[in-house]
C-alpha cells in the first residue's frame, strides 16, 4: 500500500478482512514489538541456562499479547482505520482491552526481576532502578482505583467526544502517542486487578471484581451512543472516501456495536483470571497452613480444642 505521510491512502479500495489482514507494518510498533519479544526472550532463556523454572503459558500469553498488538497495527487494519471509525474501534478494542491482560499474564516484570542481575552494593542498576519504580509514589497514583477508573473512562468520551482526537489523527506522531495510550491505559487498569506482576496496589479478590465492574459499563454506554446517533459524531470519519463506498452514519453504528460488545469478552476473561488465581491463593494457604500444623502439632487447632473444653466445663 502507498502510504502518506499519516500512514493511510484516501483510495483505498473496499474493505475486506483478507485486505485488512495483509502486511503494512508501522515502523515504530513493529520495532518496539520486536524488541519487546526479543527482552522476553532473553529474560526466558537467562532463566532456563541457570537452572529456574518459568511457566510456559506466560510465555505464551505474552507473546500473544504483543503479536495482537502488531495483529492491529502492522497490517491493513492500521491503514482502514484511518479512515474507517469500525475498523479503528477494533484496534482501540483490541490494544485497550485485550493485549494488556494477555501481556500481564505474562508476567514481564516478575520475569525481569528474576533475569536482571543486581548492580552489587550501593550501585543501582536496572533491576535496582525497576524496584524503585515498583515502589515510588508516582505507581501508587497511578495503580489506585481512583486514578485508573476515570482514565479509562475519560479515555472514550473526553477523548472521541472532544476535539482531540480529531487533533491526534492529524498526524503519524499523533496517532502513535493515541495507540501508545490506549495500550498504557489498559495496562495500568488491569495490573492491579487480575495482572500477576507485583505491584504497589494489590486489593483482595472481590475488591478486584469491584474494580472491573465499576468501568467495564461504561464501555457499553459509549458503544450505545454511537450506535444511537443520529449524525456522525467524530469529525474524522465524517466524510469517509469515496472508494470505500460506505455510508459514515453506518460505519459509527457500527463501531458502536464493536465497542458495545468488545466490553463483555474481557469482563469474562478477566473474571476467569481473577477466580483461577484465587484458588490458587487458597491453595496455597491451605498448603502452608498443614506445613505449620506437621511442624508444631497443629496447637491452634488443640488451643480452640482446649477452649471448647473450658466452655462445656462451665456450663457444668
Wanted: glycine letters at 10%; charged letters at 15%.
Amino acid at each position: 500500500m502507498d502510504h502518506s505521510g499519516h500512514g493511510t491512502t484516501m483510495d483505498l479500495p473496499p474493505f475486506t478482512l483478507g485486505r485488512g489482514l495483509e502486511w503494512s507494518p508501522d515502523p515504530f510498533f513493529l520495532v518496539a514489538c520486536l524488541v519487546g519479544l526479543a527482552l522476553y526472550g532473553w529474560g526466558v532463556v537467562r532463566l532456563v541456562r541457570r537452572g529456574d523454572a518459568w511457566p510456559v503459558g506466560r510465555t505464551v500469553a505474552f507473546a500473544a499479547g504483543v503479536l495482537s498488538v502488531m495483529l492491529v497495527l502492522c497490517t491493513g487494519l492500521n491503514d482502514y482505520g484511518m479512515v474507517m471509525f469500525s475498523v479503528h474501534m477494533v484496534q482501540h478494542m483490541v490494544i485497550s482491552m485485550l493485549s494488556p491482560i494477555l501481556i500481564l499474564l505474562g508476567a514481564p516484570i516478575t520475569l525481569a526481576l528474576r533475569a536482571l542481575p543486581t548492580a552489587g552494593r550501593d550501585r543501582k542498576g536496572p533491576r535496582e532502578l525497576l524496584l524503585m519504580l515498583l515502589h515510588s509514589r508516582f505507581m501508587r497514583v497511578v495503580t489506585h482505583p481512583a486514578f485508573t477508573i476515570p482514565l479509562f473512562i475519560a479515555s472514550l468520551y473526553a477523548l472521541y467526544f472532544s476535539p482531540v482526537f480529531d487533533f491526534l489523527m492529524g498526524s503519524r506522531t499523533g496517532h502513535i502517542a493515541m495507540m501508545c495510550h490506549f495500550l498504557a491505559v489498559g495496562l495500568v487498569f488491569f495490573w492491579p486487578i487480575m495482572g500477576v506482576d507485583p505491584g504497589p496496589h494489590r486489593p483482595g479478590y472481590l475488591m478486584r471484581m469491584l474494580e472491573l465492574f465499576a468501568g467495564m459499563p461504561f464501555h457499553a454506554f459509549f458503544g450505545i451512543a454511537l450506535m444511537m446517533a443520529s449524525g456522525p459524531m467524530v469529525t474524522t470519519y465524517e466524510n469517509p472516501p469515496a472508494s470505500l463506498g460506505i455510508d459514515a452514519l453506518a460505519d459509527q453504528n457500527a463501531a458502536g456495536g464493536i465497542a458495545w460488545a468488545f466490553s463483555e469478552i474481557p469482563s469474562v476473561l478477566v473474571l476467569l483470571a481473577l477466580l483461577f488465581q484465587w484458588y490458587r491463593s487458597e491453595q496455597r494457604q491451605a498448603r502452608r497452613s498443614d506445613r505449620a500444623a506437621d511442624r508444631d502439632g497443629d496447637k491452634e487447632l488443640e488451643a480452640y480444642n482446649a477452649y471448647l473444653a473450658t466452655l462445656d466445663a462451665r456450663g457444668r
